[in-house]
């Protein structure tokens, strides 16, 4: 049976059966083909192929409607994002969430003083020793290597006064992360931990009152932001203890794939490894994080935005590599349950990116509290799916950190 459908609707499993639209658009030689590859997906996408005619007796139909005012996600967005679901899973990890969550904090506590002294230094006058952070980086990697979600979230959750040092060691275990899932050998993850730790340490010589100022910048204050990544580099440089990958990450991290990013306007191909990686971490990490100013952006909200602007901004193997790395829905993202009821994501699942374990707590059904319960979304008995992810601000929940960090935060 045929079916015509919006590209935007497309998903692996469901056989086309025709592309509507002229031959010059067509990104195929063939009509009738089941979808697996996400690539293919992208590929319609990127066409200026409108709708397509799919044969639900060949494959999968489209999904039913979400209940009552289930948001469904932008079906353009959540293909890409789909894209790295199939044939991947997060990490394993050797400890449950519980178990690392507490050593983490410590390990965040220890690295946010050590960020803060390097900053103070560097505002006195004094060379930084890259070297001296070493080990604070090994911990760091250590505790990523043991659950990935435990310290990557608490280096989220910030105070107004901690954010500059606190981003700096979220980048640093998001660089971590980022770099296991592009598999590269233990000596680069350590190289991208330590880029991540130093990639903003220009920042320390930028006046304070235009770096934490509440609000919009004038030009002028972003010409004086927009300085740290060579001041930055040329600290390195000075400090002689810098690798070429912390320099290249230090100075080309606010670099954009389509050459529109500074300070060098570098085009894709000009941009290394290193830098791109650095990139996608840090706006992540900047959107989700609190500001004096504003909250941060929800994190499963954060890679949805984030995909929408992948394509100028960022290299897309590695933003697929990343949302492999923390997820579609990341650990503190607010879900719409298929049952209607609200859940907080609490652990990625190492099946599938969709399916993480959550915390139930509210009924949209009955708008109350309800007791809460972790679900794995993954476990085969369990036939919940979450429909879309919701605006905590919207809702006015406080305590969605507590429930999956465990601690009053
Ligand atoms: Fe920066
Ligand atoms: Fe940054």
Known sequence: MLKKIKVSALKPGMHLHELCGPW??????????????????QRIHDSKIEEVWIDISKGDDVAPAPAEAA???AMSTT??????????????????????????????????????????????GKAVNTESVGRLVDEISNSVMRNPGALISLARLKMA???????????????????RHLDLDEAEVREAGMAGLMHDLGKALIPLDVLNKPGKLTDTEF?????HPAEGHRLLLESGTASAVMLDVCLHHHEKVDGTGYPDRLADAQ?????????????????TSNRPYK??????????????WSKGYFDQRVFQAFIKSIGIYPIGSLVRLSSGRL??????????????????????????????ETIDLASPGVSEKIVGHEDPGKWGFTDLDAMWSGQAV
Request: glycine letters at 2%; a neutral charge.
């Open 24 to 41: 010059l658009a067509h990104p195929f030689w063939r009509n009738h083909f089941t979808l697996t590859d996400p690539a293919d997906i």
């Open 71 to 73: 948001r469904p996600e």
């Open 79 to 124: 293909e890409i994002l789909m894209a790295a679901e199939i044939g991947h899973a997060p990490a394993s990890r050797q400890v449950p969430m519980a178990e690392e969550v507490s050593r983490a904090a410590a390990i965040c506590a220890q690295a946010n003083k050590a960020v803060v002294s390097m900053f103070r230094e560097v505002r006195m």
């Open 161 to 179: 006064d901690n954010y500059t040092y606190m981003h700096s060691v979220a980048v640093c275990a998001l660089m971590i992360s980022l770099a």
């Open 223 to 227: 010409d004086v932001i927009k300085r």
């Open 271 to 287: 941009i290394s490894l290193f830098a791109k990686m650095g990139a996608v971490c840090d706006v992540y990490d900047a959107i």
């Open 295 to 308: 909250r941060g952006w929800d994190p499963a909200e954060s890679i949805r935005k984030m995909t929408e």
């Open 343 to 372: 859940a907080v994501v609490v652990e990625l699942s190492e099946k599938s990116l969709l399916a993480p374990r959550v915390r139930v707590f509210f009924s949209t059904k009955s708008q109350t509290r309800i007791m809460p």
